[in-house]
């Protein structure tokens, strides 16, 4: 017994080792090469990049190599309704086609699966869809996969993350087969560039794949879903019938790669052209980048219903207190731009050209708080680290500057679910708390409406500052987008003056890239593919 | 298990309310409530936990919050990325061990004995992070040896298997020394030098055979560290899809079904590599061989 046990051990522990290198090793044949063409990865990435550099042999149209995006994190799904998340958009933005979509830099619209659009009366906004165009299962596209597709986003029960990109929108109606009727609850003037964020999905494809959904994507778009290699890699293939000029690239990877000095190195090795979400420090280690002033806008939330806080001159003597250029100048080594007294900038409407920021003059701010009657009252400022660029060392450096100029703060920075505890806490507001704030469709409603009137979760005020609730909710319906935006920008002068935040900065989105390739970033982060080329 | 599941259940609910970190900070009331609902957050605790148990029990975590699968389906699929890298890994560690610790033993004081004491000490105090980062910017950044990060071909494999292989080997090499060290003073490893017998069959079969318990014992602990924890991070740096890299996401997400999937996978993963250490033993070991 003993012997013959033995020997079973042994083979045991044989075949245990075998499986672990046979699935080592047996990988190397099945491995899916998305990124690279050639059979051998090692010669593939060590040659072809150096032909690029040498510039010697412009790449051949026809042989043009698939694109490597790189981001930090994998997304949770395909189904592009389900998560409101920048880097699930590197793949789906690519696959789907929306109605409309916004120009790079501004929130001009510009034609896509709609051809044009008028407000037939205040509650009813019309689109003219383009017609030929079919889904990647072949399946035409028309007025009810916009209904169907509509639909969906606003069940309430499917409780999509981008709900509130629809605020005010009840449904949509097919008038003819390929016109649809929007239906509003009131006047929405902003219907347009809301549906910008509806891609457009196959309702019998929904229907039929169920939950799976979230793994087969078929929309519309230039590229076509291939693949997701869980935890590594997502590819996409051109879309030969594509309704409009077929895109240059004929594939996408999109890679997750979690470390960001990981990330800089994949692009020194050529393995990916873009990369996303990179440090201003490292700039100079790239091949080269591209940055782009982005849409997160931080800011301290004050309590300006605290006693001490009420007296809007120690608000404004915070805002006078922190040194703006040295902050963008040394913490984003110029990778920011100083927020202009609002939390918008110039491509966004009912922005107020007149603001400027709050210059950084410890004299004045002294002397505001002495006018103000501060005798050091201590304020808890809760800090934030490891959710946006750079916040712990923002939160410090802001406490700093808050304390050289005589403002006795103290700052705590819990980990992130005590922050979100605190910041939505309102009952019993903290003092400060940092703050980033995006504005995706660019409605100046979006921020007001939830950090300046009262029935904003995440609102400074508690009690009405005399009328302001009223403005806001009034503005909100008003079609006239010139009176709207007029009424913004006074807004913005008010809160400007009477500050409920300490304004600080609007961070860049930095990309390393490929030298060798022609695209220009957008504002809202997305990458569409089709619109990029290599250099020859 | 009562205790283990109670714990788990406490220590996961205890991160504030789930609802608002797995929202978008601008989402609105009404979507936290809705989400709150179909999370099953709203009914009474001890509910839930009667519910999670049950579940538990059977081997259903629920689905994951992030991912929205099956938590238990996203754990298997990424443990055997992790089985491959750290049997890559341990293999390895092993193969470069036992013979440097074999020689350093033999040769004791040599400048042989001193380099593989050297090695052994750089291997275990040299921060896995850190090493990671360094081959890949020379190896890949700078030759282009080897792709920086994913999981594909053999290639990819390189770099995070020696990175990971370093520790285990610098305490392996170690053990192996001074086991071989106890061992080369006996009475026995005399007797058989003074029977005539080579010095090769001496130290490699009499000696290193009952070093091997010692060995093999020490082996199995690094192995199951290596599955624990040590792999995480390497996971992490080289964007390796295993299951550390699962824990860290899961934990990254406020995903507490996943966390738990992926904590009960890798130790029941632990727990049956103990087993085969133990079993192994009567390899080497007659007496502790089953008399039946």
């Known amino acids: ?536 | 298990m009562a205790s283990a599941l109670i714990v788990v259940f406490i220590l996961t609910h205890m991160v504030g309310d789930p609802v608002d970190l797995l929202l978008p900070l601008d989402a609105h009331q009404e979507q936290a409530d809705q989400m709150r609902i179909a999370l099953g957050l709203d009914r009474p605790l001890w509910e839930q936990f009667k519910d999670f148990a049950s579940r538990a029990i059977r081997g259903d975590f629920g689905n994951s919050l992030w991912q929205r699968r099956p938590a238990l389906r996203v754990a298997l699929e990424s443990l055997p990325n992790t089985m491959k890298l750290v049997g890559a890994a341990f293999l390895l560690a092993v193969v470069m061990a036992v013979p440097l610790g074999v020689l350093a033993a033999v040769k004791q004081g040599s400048t042989l004995d001193k380099i593989t004491s050297l090695l052994a000490l750089q291997g275990v105090s040299t921060p896995p992070f850190w090493l990671g980062l360094m081959l890949m910017m020379i190896l890949s950044a700078k030759l282009h040896w080897f792709p920086t990060s994913g999981m594909g071909g053999f290639q990819h494999l390189v770099l995070p298997a020696v990175t990971l292989a370093m520790r285990p080997m610098g305490r392996i090499a170690q053990m192996v020394r001074s086991a071989m060290l106890d061992q080369l003073g006996e009475l026995y490893v005399t007797t058989a030098r003074a029977k005539g017998l080579s010095e090769t069959r001496v130290v490699m079969v009499h000696a290193l055979k009952n070093a091997a318990i010692a060995i093999v014992t020490m082996a199995g602990w690094e192995l199951g560290r290596l599955m624990a924890g040590y792999s995480a991070v390497v996971e992490w740096v080289f964007s390796w899809p295993g299951i550390g890299m699962m824990v860290v996401k899961a934990i990254d997400n406020w995903d507490f079904p996943l966390l738990q999937a992926t904590v009960v996978v890798t130790a029941l993963t632990i727990s049956l590599v103990n087993l085969l250490v133990d079993l192994s033993y009567s390899l080497f070991d007659p007496r502790i061989r089953s008399e039946n």
């Open chain 1, 1 to 536: 017994m003993s012997i013959a046990y033995r020997k079973f051990l042994v083979i045991g522990l044989i075949l245990v080792l075998g499986v672990v290198m046979g699935t080592a090793c047996g990988q190397k044949a099945t491995a899916p090469e998305g990124g690279e063409k050639s059979s051998t990865p090692a010669t593939g990435k060590k040659e072809e990049p150096k032909a690029d550099k040498q510039g010697a042999k412009p790449v051949p149209k026809a042989s043009a190599k698939p694109l490597v995006i790189a981001m930090g994190a994998e997304p949770a799904t395909l189904d592009p309704y389900a998560d409101n998340d920048g880097n699930m958009r590197n793949a789906t933005a690519n696959i789907f086609d929306s109605l409309v979509v916004a120009e790079a830099q501004s929130f001009n619209l510009k034609p896509v699966l709609a051809t044009r659009w008028e407000n037939e009366d205040p509650t009813t906004w019309r689109f003219w869809l383009r017609q030929g165009v079919k889904f990647h299962n072949g399946e035409p596209f028309n007025a009810d996969a916009v209904v169907f597709s509509l639909k969906r986003i606003l069940n309430k029960e499917y409780n999509s993350p981008l709900l509130n990109f629809f605020d005010g929108i009840l449904e949509a109606k097919a008038v003819e087969p390929y016109v649809v009727d929007i239906i509003t609850k009131g006047p929405n003037p902003l219907v347009p560039i809301r549906l910008s964020w509806l891609p457009i999905m196959e309702p019998k494809h929904v229907q039929a794949v169920g939950a799976d959904v979230v793994e087969k994507p078929i929309g519309t778009g230039p590229y076509k879903f291939k693949q997701w290699n869980r935890g590594t890699q997502i590819v996409l293939e051109r879309n030969e019938d594509y309704w409009d000029e077929k895109p240059e690239i004929p594939g996408v990877v999109v890679k997750f790669i979690a470390e960001n000095s990981t990330r800089l190195m994949a692009l020194q090795n050529n393995e990916v052209h873009i990369a996303r979400d990179m440090s201003p420090e490292v700039k100079s280690q790239m091949p080269a980048w591209k940055d782009i002033s982005g849409m997160e806008f931080s800011a301290i939330r004050l309590n300006a219903e605290r006693r001490e806080m009420k007296d809007k001159r120690i608000r404004q003597a915070m805002n006078y207190a922190v040194n703006k250029e040295a902050l963008r100048d040394k913490l984003f080594n110029g990778s920011a731009k100083i927020t202009p007294c609002q939390q918008s900038k110039s491509a966004y409407p009912g922005f107020n050209p007149d603001l400027k920021p709050y210059p950084f003059d410890v004299a004045k701010a002294k002397q505001l708080l002495q006018e103000a009657g501060y005798k050091g009252e201590k304020f808890e400022f809760v800090g934030a680290r490891g959710r946006w660029l750079k916040d712990g060392e923002l939160s410090e450096a802001v406490a700093k500057m808050l304390n050289d100029a005589g403002i006795n703060v103290e700052l705590k920075i819990p980990e992130w679910s005590k922050w979100v505890e605190t910041y939505f806490n309102l009952k019993n507001p903290v003092d400060m708390i940092l703050t980033s704030n995006s504005n995706e469709i660019g409605d100046q409603d979006l921020i007001m409406s939830k950090f300046a009137h009262t029935a904003g979760r995440s609102s400074t005020y508690h009690d009405d500052v005399p009328g302001l609730d009223k403005i806001i909710d009034d503005n909100r319906y008003e079609l006239n987008i010139d009176k709207r935006n007029q009424v913004y920008r006074d807004l913005w002068a008010q809160l400007c003056e009477d500050p409920p935040w300490i304004f600080l900065l609007n961070p860049d989105d930095v990309y390393g890239v490929d030298p060798f390739l022609e695209w220009e970033p957008r504002q809202d982060q997305l990458i569409f593919v089709k619109d990029i080329q290599w250099k020859s």
